[in-house]
């Protein structure tokens, strides 16, 4: 007799819905995009193999990443149908997610991140593209594992372009929703669908991007010009400068490089720090006249000179630096701050407190929306100046009405409205950090001065990186206590998401019908 055949049992769907937001189809698309990141842990274990290192930390980070997102995605269902209401559910869980599983090979192999603590702000700082370390020796750590940290923010910065361009918009995000014109298909489709078709459109120019810096600096070292830009070298630092990140695998980030490696790392930041649909357009379309009257780009490019003069006439004028490196460390540094990236190619933590002032001014400002920097974003300052322009002329002027502009295009009042409020937040939220910093560190004994605080704040909520103190562009951010790390760690992952699809979620109206 022949025996009865064998039929596999369906997977349980767990259809979880609350009045108001479809949680089923929510983790249905987290599961899906969470599986997706376990193939980037091979390209780590492939330089493990090539280094002679043990790729077994990365293939169990990539394993459990993968089973964790397949079961997930097995055990609900909906992510075709998921819309605007879904998506702050989406990009919060997304994001916390991919820290944590990116947390794994740090735990399992590199003993200065031995601690869960100090492993997921690791994490969390390499895929927000911050650049904040708790690191003391980084040439300690093997080579797979720095390739790891920088991998990440390169995996980080990728998201982020998806985040600004296609999803933020369509959440009504801070008066995102005014101010791209991306062509992305229109709200009918669902979210899922317009991330697919628009992610792979600038994942193009992204690797592009990538691919040319790597080039050029390994150029540097093959042709001598910088004997320690190695094609290891070349290609961590590159993942990290478009991403406007600042990893390096280097302990004095870009300082003992030559001067021609810094010089291309100041124009590839500049193109890392400008509206990546501006830049398919002008690179991609061809249209360049389109980036040449774009008023973020303009705007940006003014203030990046400004704040360069002073910082360079600063140093000059106190002989801190002379000449070509006091122009070269000046523009670089106030670049790197500028566009959020933290790479630092001199200890400007001892220059004075002039360059501090502009440096950290910058990074309260940030670069252009749509770029992987961070902040508030260059262009809702502008929206503001710009408000504040409209608000003189209507007092000597009442009985003028003039929509506000921006690149000729007339900006909603309820996106004006959705940034004042987003800045507003934005500053509260800094404040409450290096409150609560300034409160712990003091309980705790550690020195840390009100401006430091504040600097730590701001710096990892904005994305940049090094602090003040002894978390300086050389230093590390290790001598903070587990209470304050978990803080700068919320920060980070408040800051990457732009605060409000995360406190969205803490509002009974959110959930309701």
């Not at 303009?298 to 070509?324: K, N, Q």
């Not at 560190?441 to 730590?456: K, M, V």
Request: hydrophobic share 55%; aromatic share 8%; glycine share 10%.
């Amino acid at each position: 007799m022949m025996a009865p055949m064998r039929t596999a049992l369906p997977v349980p769907k767990v259809a979880i819905r609350s009045v108001g937001v479809d949680i089923s189809g929510a983790l249905n698309l987290v599961g899906s995009l969470v599986k997706y990141l376990s193939p980037a842990f091979l390209f780590p274990a492939a330089i493990a193999v090539l280094y002679g290192e043990s790729p077994l930390p990365f293939l169990a980070g990539g394993a459990a990443t993968a089973a964790f997102g397949v079961l997930l995605e097995a055990v609900t269902e909906g992510k075709e149908r998921i819309g605007a209401r879904e998506g702050y559910l989406v990009i919060s869980l997304i994001w916390l997610l991919v820290a944590l599983f990116g947390a794994l090979p740090y735990l399992l192999a590199e003993p200065q991140l031995s601690r869960p603590v100090d492993a997921v702000f690791e994490s969390m700082s390499g895929f927000s593209t911050t650049g904040a370390s708790v690191l003391v020796d980084i040439p300690g750590a093997s080579k797979s594992m720095l390739m790891w940290r920088q991998f990440t923010q390169w995996i980080g910065g990728v998201g982020i372009i998806v985040l600004f361009l296609v999803v933020l918009p369509r959440l009504r995000i801070g008066g995102r929703q005014a101010l791209f014109k991306t062509e992305m298909p229109g709200p009918e489709l669902p979210l899922a669908a317009t991330i697919r078709q628009t992610a792979r459109r600038f994942l193009y120019l992204y690797v592009g991007i990538t691919a040319l810096e790597t080039l050029v600096l390994a150029a540097l070292g093959w042709t001598g010009i910088d004997p320690r830009m190695t094609l290891f070298n070349a290609v961590a630092h590159a993942f990290t400068t478009v991403a406007t990140a600042g990893f390096s695998p280097e302990a004095r980030s870009l300082e003992p490089f030559a001067p021609a490696t810094q010089w291309v790392v100041i124009v590839f930041m500049l193109i890392a720090g400008t509206n990546f649909a501006l830049l398919y357009a002008g690179i991609v379309r061809r249209h360049v006249r389109v980036l040449a009257r774009d008023d973020e780009v303009r705007i940006g490019l003014v203030l990046v000179a400004a704040a360069s003069f002073i910082v360079v006439v600063d140093l000059m004028s106190r002989d801190v630096l002379e000449g070509g490196a006091a122009l070269r460390h000046g523009i670089f540094n106030t670049v790197s701050m500028a566009t959020t990236t933290g790479f630092a190619s001199a200890d400007w933590n001892a220059w004075p407190s002039v360059c501090a002032l502009v440096l950290f001014g910058l990074t309260l400002i940030g670069a252009s929306a749509g770029s992987t920097s961070g902040s508030v974003k260059l262009i809702r300052h502008i929206v503001i100046g710009k408000m504040l322009r409209r608000e003189i002329d209507h007092t000597i002027h009442p009985e003028v009405v003039a929509p506000l502009r921006v690149n000729g295009v007339a900006v909603d009042e309820r996106a004006l409205r959705a940034i004042i409020v987003f800045v507003f937040l934005y500053l509260g939220v800094c404040a409450a950090g290096a409150v609560a910093l300034l409160v712990d560190s003091g309980l705790r004994g550690i020195e840390l001065t009100a401006f430091q605080s504040l600097a730590a704040s701001a710096s990892v909520l904005g994305g940049a990186g090094p602090a003040l103190g002894f978390a300086g562009p050389m230093g590390s951010f290790e001598p903070f206590s587990d209470v304050s790390t978990v803080v700068l760690t919320m920060l980070m992952y408040l800051g990457r998401l732009e605060i409000v699809p995360v406190i969205v979620l803490f509002t009974a109206s959110h959930w309701r019908a």
